[in-house]
T-cell receptor, first 112, second 112 residues
Framework: EAEVAQSPRYKITEKSQAVAFWCDPI?????LYWYRQILGQGPELLVQ????????DSQLPKDRFSAERLKGVDSTLKIQPAELGDSAMYLC??????????FGPGTRLTVL | KQEVTQIPAALSVPEGENLVLNCSFT??????LQWFRQDPGKGLTSLLL?????REQTSGRLNASLDKSSGRSTLYIAASQPGDSATYLC???????????FGTGTRLTIIP
């Protein structure tokens, strides 16, 4: 069964450093999502792509976060510089419009 | 703005019991509602998706219902097993927008 792939699974970094997360969606899924989940809370959407275009990035802190999906397939989420409050699980999901979203295993980020 | 609430935050029941998890949402204009399972430190697994025109969906021992008029959904788990222990999240999907709004989840523990 096809799955959403994410790497790395865990990342520890120091404050002010740059970090990047990678996501490879399920083949054929045009829609890709990046969510942030703080411990004990539900995921919150950061950015949504339809193919290579950003559909919604209203909750993305654009002063330090960036996301791209250049060829409409895999995607990278970057944080520069990282802050203590960025410690969270970063989840990638893919799907077809108005259908179930399939989630990857996530990247656990710890900022020291 | 859509708000999704899940009560209780945690629930412990003996193995073999039937149980109900609750989800409420403030805006009834939803396209669908989804239930997910999340194991500790892992990504989300889709359990059931209920379209706005449907009243319920079933998968094995799981049954999810939707009452848009009252802004409520329930997830019924029959004959609970220790392997059902996880956090269960519901998410509302609004019209014309795939941006899911998640509840904070119910952490379920099945006692052997």
């Amino acid at each position: 069964e096809a799955e959403v792939a994410q790497s790395p699974r865990y990342k520890i970094t120091e404050k002010s450093q740059a970090v990047a997360f990678w996501c490879d969606p399920i083949s054929g899924h045009a829609t890709l999502y990046w969510y942030r989940q703080i411990l004990g809370q539900g995921p919150e959407l950061l950015v949504q792509f339809q193919d290579e275009s950003v559909v919604d990035d209203s909750q993305l802190p654009k002063d330090r976060f960036s996301a791209e999906r250049l060829k409409g397939v895999d995607s990278t989420l970057k944080i520069q510089p990282a802050e203590l409050g960025d410690s969270a699980m970063y989840l990638c999901a893919s799907g077809r419009i108005q259908d179930t979203q399939y989630f990857g295993p996530g990247t656990r980020l710890t900022v020291l | 703005k859509q708000e999704v609430t899940q009560i209780p935050a945690a629930l412990s029941v003996p193995e073999g019991e039937n149980l109900v998890l609750n989800c409420s949402f403030t805006d009834s204009a939803i396209y669908n509602l989804q239930w997910f399972r999340q194991d500790p430190g892992k990504g989300l697994t889709s359990l059931l998706l209920i379209q706005s025109s449907q009243r319920e969906q079933t998968s094995g021992r799981l049954n999810a219902s939707l009452d848009k008029s009252s802004g409520r959904s329930t997830l019924y788990i029959a004959a609970s097993q220790p392997g059902d222990s996880a956090t269960y999240l519901c998410a509302a999907n609004p019209f014309g927008n795939e941006k899911l709004t998640f509840g904070t989840g119910t952490r379920l523990t099945i006692i052997p």
